[in-house]
């Protein structure tokens, strides 16, 4: 074989290589690709993902709960994300200035100042609760949400002028999910009576406002907590470290205090404290 057949021989290879490459020439059968589930499309990285890419809260990309689990998140304030083991996603006291990164299922609402109340909630929310009724009377919530059900326990609040007493213009949230009852005491501004104490029940965690001014004060907060006599507090709604530290040095000699190096917790029946204990989450 001659020198320019081999070229001619080896010229041909190549085209044929490059015909098969960009689908020209001779007809052929292209293999249908092996179907995806969705949520592979979803999470393909980089230049391989269709569309733009998609920014997921921190909330949504953590582990899945175990049945007996819930996973509690403190957003600021007195918002928490309450997330269930079947994903509810509750957010307590729902405003227009600090929210969770994704729409909850549930929220609920105090109206004493508008950091507690959102008069444009999201239309995804399924249920919204706030805790007082235009009428005046006790809210009185009792709604079930899959493996969650959130009621709710009228309080007073002091009005605006701070000399009288709006009835029943607060709620005590308890949610009940996974086994644990947690209370939300929202803007508190008295102690409880027995009645309300017995409607309350037997609750595992409590979220505790620690500012001593504009709800209770530090020593009526105290009362409470002592009557609650949950194994588990978390303090909400405090403007500075020191407002915060005052009221856990006011503790110190009777509870147990842990700072969280992280916003959100895992709790369980099983990993409740032996010991009453202040767990105090990051975030404000």
């Known amino acids: 074989m001659t020198p320019v057949s081999r070229l001619l021989i080896m010229l041909a290879a190549v085209a044929g290589l490059m015909l098969a490459a960009t689908g020209h020439g001779v007809a052929q059968s292209t293999p249908t690709p092996p179907a995806s589930k969705p949520e592979m499309i979803a999470s393909c990285p980089g230049l391989i993902s269709s569309g733009p890419r998609r920014v997921i809260p921190a909330a949504v990309r953590q582990a899945a709960l175990a049945s007996d689990q819930v996973r509690l998140t403190y957003v600021g304030h007195s918002t928490f994300l309450i997330e269930s083991p079947q994903l509810v996603r509750i957010a307590t006291d729902y405003n227009d200035y600090v929210r969770p990164l994704i729409v909850p299922d549930i929220v609920t609402m105090n109206k004493a100042h508008s950091t507690h109340y959102s008069l444009s909630p999201d239309p995804g929310i399924k249920l919204v609760l706030r805790g007082w009724s235009d009428d005046g009377k006790p809210a009185a919530h009792d709604q079930t949400l899959r493996d ?15 000399d009288g007493t709006e009835r029943h213009g607060n709620s005590i949230f308890i949610f009940e999910a996974a086994a644990l009852c947690i209370a939300h ?41 002592q009557a609650l006599k949950a194994p588990l507090m978390i303090p909400m709604h405090y403007f500075s470290s020191y407002t915060l530290n005052r009221f856990l040095d006011r503790v110190r000699s009777d509870y147990d205090v842990e700072l969280a190096d992280t916003p959100s917790v895992v709790l369980s029946k099983a990993s409740l404290p032996a010991k009453p204990k202040f767990l105090v989450l990051p975030g404000h």
């Open 148 to 162: 969650v059900r959130v009621r709710s326990v009228a309080t007073n609040i002091r009005t605006w002028d701070g």
């Open 185 to 225: 005491l929202g803007h508190l501004h008295h102690t409880l009576t027995q009645q309300q104490l017995n409607e309350i029940g037997r609750v595992d965690v409590v979220l505790v406002p620690v500012d001593g001014t504009y709800t209770l004060d530090v020593e009526g907060m105290l009362e409470v907590i």
